[in-house]
C-alpha cells in the first residue's frame, strides 16, 4: 500500500512539474509572439517594397520555428492583423480549406490563437458550423471586429472579383518594378480586360481601395 502511495506522490511531483515547464513555455512563446507583433506593425511607415522584404525575412525565421511555410504565414497574418477567421486566411493567403484548417489547429494547439467569437450566418447560406474569429490574446476588440468586418466583406462575390483585379495589378508592379501608384482609369482597364461580370466601377472602386490598403497610391 505503501508502494503505491508512493508512485501516485511521484506521479503528482511530475505532473506539477510538467504544469509549471508548460506555462513557462507558454509566457515565453507570448512574448516571442508580441516581438513579432511589433516588429511587423514598424513596417506600417515603410513602402510596400521594404514591407515585403521585411516581412519575407520574419517568414523565413518562423518557418524554421515552425517547421511548417503554412503554419507560419498564418501566424505572421495574426501577428499583423490580430484576429482573423478561416476565410480570411484562405483568402488573404491563398491557402487551400485543408491547409488553413491545420495550421489553425497547430497554432491552437500552441496557444498562439483563442476562439474570439463565433460569426453569425449570412442569408441562403449553407448548413455546417457557424465561422469563428480566431485571435491572439493580446489583440485589440478593433483587430476582431475587422476581422468579422473583412469576413463579411471576402463573401461578396464583387469584392472577390476586385481582389483578383487588385492582386493581377500588384503581381505586375513586382514583376515590373514600377513605381508603387497607379491611375483609376488603368484600374478601369484592367477590370475591362479581365472580362469581369460586373459594373466597372463597383470593381474598381474596391480595387483601389485593396491597392490602398497595400501601399499603391491610386490617383483618380
Not at 16 to 21: G, P
Not at 72 to 89: I, Q
Not at 103 to 111: E, S, T
Request: hydrophobic share 40%.
Amino acid at each position: 500500500m505503501s508502494n503505491t502511495v508512493a508512485l501516485d506522490k511521484s506521479i503528482n511531483k511530475n505532473k506539477n512539474r510538467s504544469v509549471k515547464r508548460s506555462n513557462v513555455i507558454d509566457a515565453n512563446f507570448a512574448k516571442y509572439v508580441e516581438v513579432f507583433r511589433k516588429l511587423l506593425l514598424l513596417n506600417e511607415k515603410n513602402d510596400l517594397a521594404t514591407t515585403l522584404k521585411n516581412i519575407q525575412e520574419l517568414m523565413s525565421f518562423s518557418e524554421k520555428i515552425f517547421s511548417s511555410s503554412a503554419v507560419s504565414e498564418a501566424f505572421l497574418y495574426f501577428c499583423l492583423h490580430g484576429a482573423a477567421t478561416a476565410w480570411v486566411l484562405q483568402c488573404e493567403l491563398n491557402m487551400p480549406e485543408a491547409t488553413v484548417y491545420r495550421a489553425l489547429k497547430r497554432l491552437r494547439a500552441m496557444k498562439v490563437v483563442v476562439p474570439a467569437l463565433k460569426v453569425s450566418k449570412v442569408k441562403r447560406s449553407k448548413g455546417g458550423p457557424r465561422p469563428t474569429v480566431w485571435a491572439i490574446e493580446t489583440s485589440s476588440p478593433d483587430e476582431i471586429a475587422k476581422a468579422l468586418k473583412l469576413h463579411y466583406k471576402m463573401l461578396s462575390p464583387k469584392y472577390r472579383v476586385a481582389e483578383e483585379v487588385a492582386q493581377t495589378i500588384l503581381d505586375e508592379f513586382q514583376d515590373s518594378g514600377k513605381p508603387l501608384e497607379i491611375q483609376y482609369r488603368d484600374i478601369m482597364g484592367k477590370a475591362k480586360e479581365l472580362k469581369i461580370p460586373f459594373k466597372g466601377p463597383d470593381i474598381a472602386d474596391l480595387a483601389a481601395q485593396y491597392l490602398h490598403e497595400r501601399g499603391i497610391k491610386v490617383w483618380r
